[in-house]
């Protein structure tokens, strides 16, 4: 069919280019009814749109060797003035047994942030604990690495375990004894924020929740295991030859989307036929895999009397009562990381080889194209940090990569930079490149 007078087709041929549509930003949440359409933007120099989405993303690195051999960049990208990124990384080493050891990871938090920042900051706390328990236990002989990995796992879901049992703990009896506590009792016991507030904070864990992806490499760097909890991803690109690129995607995303994660659940609750609904645990919440989310994993009760409580409530509990009339054999959610190992032969290692962990932000504006914006990453990845360049490229390579993922040229990185729009037009972007 032919485009009429004053089609969308023949409006945007009218326009200046200083002017985009929704479609016309990679990974974009809004829609037609965020319009009216076109929106102005700013179109910016090569110079200044490197500038800006360094000011915007932060950048920065880690270097845990000598020269430029092994290093990390990582950032964490939200354009939208209006709205505070959920989105966390680390990097860091772990000194365990008097060696080094590597964490590096990115946690895509929902909800709100007290959640995704706690473990942030917790996650490589107890690692890294976990890590000097295995090497004592072993008087700091080589650990055989699937030993590694169910204490990888072990330790990531303790972190899970802390968050509801930090609340309950409060309640001498457990959720029984809170069960037998009018609410006065239990708003006074949660709700300490004039005496320190360390209750509320506890509790506060609960309401929110975060994916993760979590990379440790050992410290002779010959292996390699990720955690994975939800929807993040993992990719590894090594140089077979000069230039000569394979790339894998490490990572299985545990959503609807997949099979496997839609059986498990089922399974874990037979009988059930509103343990998904709309691809959605308990047709609220999309990642079947978290950190957090404490209602879905305590019996309902733990919500109702517990986290209701909880300052300043809420009038409104509709929402909650969606999901909870259908929480019925607690955990929904699983804090179960799928950790997969993946040996680093140095006598074979390629000429260059990267890591790279990021949240669904990142692979939304990739769409369909994300090998591409990977392989244009790598072929320009040479010139960046050259001085003698007309304008000199950034050389942290995640800044690199969420460049080339926003279209990798001026205009386009300026739409999304500089869109004149009062909602956010793009999920949170976090992305952590580690050489490997």
């Known amino acids: ?39 102005a933007f700013t179109n910016l120099t ?20 000598t020269g430029e051999e092994w290093r990390a960049d990582a950032l964490n990208f939200q354009p939208f003035p209006g709205a505070k990124s959920q989105d966390r990384y680390a990097m860091q080493q772990l000194r365990i047994g008097g060696r080094l050891w590597t964490l590096t990871a ?18 490589p706390i107890i690692v890294r604990e976990f890590l000097e328990d295995l090497d004592k236990k072993h008087g700091g002989r080589v650990v055989p690495p699937p030993l590694v990995a169910d204490v990888f796992s072990c330790a990531i879901r303790a972190f899970d375990d802390a968050i509801a049992n930090d609340v309950l703990e409060l309640f001498p009896g457990g959720l029984d004894a809170a069960m037998e506590m009018p609410d ?24 929110y929740g975060t994916t993760a992806l979590v990379a440790l490499v050992d410290p002779d760097h010959t292996n390699l295991w990720l955690a994975n909890l939800g929807d993040c991803q993992g990719v590894m690109v090594s140089e077979t030859a000069p230039q000569v690129w394979s790339y894998e995607i490490l990572t299985r995303v545990h ?17 059930e036929a509103e343990c998904i609904v709309d691809g959605r645990v308990l ?25 209701y409580n909880l300052f300043p409530g ?17 955990p929904y959610i699983s804090a179960m990381p799928e950790v997969t190992h993946f040996p680093l032969d140095r006598l074979q290692r390629p000429l260059r080889r990267y890591l790279i962990l990021c949240s669904d932000g990142f692979t939304d504006i990739c769409g369909k194209h994300q090998r591409s914006v990977i392989d ?39 739409k999304v930079l500089t869109l004149d729009l009062d909602v956010p037009w793009l999920d949170d972007i976090t992305i952590v490149v580690q050489t490997l």
């Open 106 to 123: 990115v946690f895509d938090g929902h909800l709100g942030d007290a959640t995704v920042q706690h473990a942030a900051y917790h996650v």
């Open 1 to 39: 069919m032919l485009a009429g007078p004053g089609s969308s087709a023949q409006q945007k041929e009218a326009q200046p280019s200083s002017v985009a549509w929704y479609d016309e930003i990679p990974g974009s949440i809004c829609g037609p009814e965020d319009g009216p359409w076109p929106r």
């Open 314 to 330: 809420s009038n409104d509990t509709s929402l909650w009562e969606e999901f909870l009339v259908r929480n019925k054999t607690p």
């Open 46 to 65: 090569t110079s200044e749109a490197w500038d800006k989405l360094s000011l915007a993303s932060d950048p920065q690195s880690l270097a845990y060797g």
């Open 184 to 207: 006065q009792q239990i708003h006074s016991i949660l709700n300490d924020q004039f005496v320190g507030g360390k209750n509320f904070e506890r509790a506060r864990l609960c309401m």
């Open 255 to 271: 959503n609807g989307q997949n099979k496997r994660e839609v059986e498990r659940v089922k399974r874990e609750h037979p009988g």
């Open 376 to 414: 244009r990453w790598l072929r320009t990845m040479s010139v960046a940090g050259d001085r003698s360049s007309t304008i000199p490229i950034p050389p942290n390579r995640a800044l690199q990569l969420l460049w080339q993922g926003l279209g990798g040229d001026s205009v386009s990185v300026s």
């Open 283 to 307: 047709g609220a919440i999309a990642p079947f895999r978290c950190l957090g989310d404490t209602p879905f994993k305590q019996p309902p009760e733990f919500t109702r009397r517990l986290l």
